[in-house]
């Protein structure tokens, strides 16, 4: 019980990430009808706004330290952080340690801005185009993006560590009444689950209860009428996009103390996302999420001893396996629409 | 010729010369002058050209004709590498069985897979072929790669079917039942055609130019020349109109009560065959095969070269695989201290600036240079270098000329 338990936990992190990207997808999927390959680059990009706030947070100085000296007497030289100046050594230090959290605002117009420009610049131009088009220019775009990141940051993974509040793990089990020791889960992980939790609700919040939602589910329905009613639909599923690439933005974001951001990351998370919508359902919301969070926990069951014992390597298919079987038994994905995407 | 029309028989001699004078097209520069790291006549770099041509030819077969774009070609590359490998390891090193069983092997892996994932269309299909091919990697990568014999039973020295992450190697301990366990000088046999061997090469001097010939490139290159052949033929028969047909509209096809399923499966068999093929080609010139052949990345990079060239065209897949491949192996060498000397006339602070300006888009930073090229071909030529020559052509041939050929254009679609 507490092994499952535990899986089922370990599932939700990554799992959180796969509905996240997920449902960026499926919102531009949704809205434009343009199958974004690019979307793991954004992703990646807000990984790399976390960075980028970090270095610059601790962009330092060199000043002369009286105090210290070096072990030939002379005072010692030491880098010091312009923002310790400004705040102080101890709000600056716990500044630069929440540096994560922080790039959560820093992210948001960096990523409107980026989902802005490439619907306006690019996509915009390949909603006639087939949908092969539109894979391979997006392919193209992430190509170029990863690229762009790789020159600037270099090819190595580069740690990003949690605030200290949140490092370490606890014992999940005990609070449940298992034995101590068995369900032990880091803090950033839960942290990761209920910010996805929030960020998805309000997403459905936005779609559900304001009046530009609505406008923007009736144009997914049924964008013709929509702009028959002398309503700007382009309009807003521009903004739509530019939501959607926050919502990628802000996972990676979120993803990078868990797992250090690389150039590649996107990509990584791409392939694996993009089967995820198509285990949703094309163009379901509701189906992107439950499909990560299924394939998630399911990746996680299938990597426990026991299961790889009994079936070696299953850790490492499982989610292209179940993608296959519901392709080919529920066509449609778990709770796909008619219509979509059927020729 | 060869029951070709004049056209393409034209097309297909000019291939043919070409690949043949390669040795000499591809090394225009002196050996030692500044400009021979351009020089991509070196026998690794032209095998490299035809082998991903063979693969890209293969690939416009099934995405040029059908518009089924697959992203899991790479997976069949994988599995001819694989094959052709056991064929030298257990037989004997002429390259001729290990093809065979590269292309059998592939074609039987691709009626499985494609038997599967033609069931759905459009990006269904691509999802269903890019899972396929990450299973096989993630397979070859840790299943196939546990020894479930027991370790090194019959001495080989690899991890069970595939060797995991480091692939499988030739070995003096491999069995061979057909032939010599070691080459003449103790180490590992190289592969051979009937005695030639692959690795030989002779180097002619004219000047200061050096031109090598190698065995393995002429070998490679029959084999396009054939594969290139084959192509032409499919794409001109009966059996390539019925694939077009299956891309211009599917519904009709079924209503003029022809089903198309069989002949979309034929075609996927036979371009996952030119992917094997090319696959045990990859292994023929160099005995290595690995799980990373058969990575999305390694299709990704069949379906650049493709669009790059010109989807359904003939000659545009070769093309973009040899542009590929010579930027991987030209653009990636030059460095900044190359830039400088390039630049070195212009004033100081100028040459700085275009230095940095230049440097990110080569040398290591090619892919980005890729990556453009790629976006820019998407949206402004979908029909691929071809298609960039073409309307250079007409555009060299004078505006009346242009007219009549853009009539002539607006009935032949781009897949010709």
Partial sequence: MDAILLQILNGLDKGSAYALIALGLTLIFGTLGVVNFAHGALFMLGAFCAVTLNNILSLSHEIVDETQTDFLGNPLRVEVPYIYDWFGPEVGASIIEWSVPLAILFSIPIMIAVGFIMERGLIKHFYKRPHADQILVTFGLAIVLQEIIKYFYGANPIPTPAPPAFTGSFDFGTMLGFEPGTIIYPYWRLVYFFFAMIIIAGVFAFLQFTTFGMVVRAGMADRETVGLLGINIDKRFTIMFAIAACVAGLAGVMYTPINSPNYHMGMDFLVLSFVVVVVGGMGSLPGAVLAGFLLGILESFASMRQVVDLLPGINQIIIYLVAIIILLTRPRGLMGRKGVMED | ?416
Avoid: C
């Avoid at chain 2, 397979?139 to 546990?146: D, E, I, Q």
């Avoid at chain 2, 370790?151 to 491999?174: H, I």
């Fill in chain 2, 1 to 416: 010729m060869l029951g070709l029309e004049k056209k393409d028989t034209r097309l297909f001699l000019i291939v043919i010369g070409l690949t043949m004078l390669a040795p000499f097209l591809l090394n225009p520069f002196p050996e030692g002058s500044e400009m021979a790291q351009f020089n991509a006549g070196y026998p690794d770099l032209m095998q490299r050209f035809v082998i991903f041509g063979i693969f890209a030819i293969g690939f416009n077969i099934l995405f040029g004709l059908t518009g089924y774009l697959s992203f899991g070609h790479a997976a069949f590359l994988g599995v001819g590498s694989y094959a052709a490998m056991w064929m030298f390891k257990l037989f004997g090193m002429n390259v001729v069985p290990a093809l065979l069983l590269s292309v059998v092997l592939s074609g039987l892996f691709a009626v499985l897979i494609g038997y599967i994932s033609l069931r759905r269309s459009g990006i269904y299909f691509s999802i269903l072929t890019l899972a396929f091919a990450m299973m096989s990697y993630a397979l070859a990568y840790s299943v196939l790669a546990t020894d479930m014999d027991g370790p090194d039973k019959q001495g080989l020295m690899q991890k069970g079917l595939t060797g995991g992450e480091t692939g499988l190697q030739l070995s003096v301990q491999d069995p061979r039942i057909l032939g010599a366990k070691a080459g003449a000088d103790g180490n590992t046999p190289v592969p051979n055609f009937f005695g030639i061997e692959m690795r030989s090469a002779t180097e002619m001097n004219v000047g200061d130019w050096v031109f090598t010939f190698s065995a393995g490139y002429y070998f490679s290159a029959f084999v396009m020349l054939i594969a290139f052949y084959i192509s032409i033929r499919i794409f001109r028969s009966p059996f390539g109109m019925m694939l077009r047909a299956i891309k211009s509209n599917q519904q009709r096809l079924n209503y003029t009560g022809l089903n198309p399923k069989p002949y979309m499966l034929a075609a996927f068999v036979v371009s996952g065959m030119y992917a094997g093929l090319a696959g045990g080609l990859m292994v023929a010139m160099d005995p290595l095969a690995g799980p990373e052949r058969m990575f999305w990345t390694a299709s990704g990079e069949v379906v650049l070269m493709t669009i790059l060239g010109g989807v359904g065209t003939l000659i545009g897949p070769v093309l973009g695989a040899g542009l590929i491949k010579y930027m991987e192996n030209i653009l990636s060498k030059i460095n900044s201290e190359i830039l400088h000397q390039w630049f070195a006339w212009m004033p100081d602070g100028l040459e700085d600036l275009v230095v940095t300006l230049i440097y990110p888009f080569i040398g290591k930073g090619w892919h980005l240079t890729l990556g453009l090229m790629f976006m820019a071909v998407v949206i402004f030529l979908p029909g691929g270098l071809v298609e960039g020559g073409q309307r250079i052509m007409a555009a060299l041939r004078g505006r009346k000329a242009k007219d009549k050929k853009s009539d002539a254009d607006a009935d032949v679609k781009p897949a010709e």
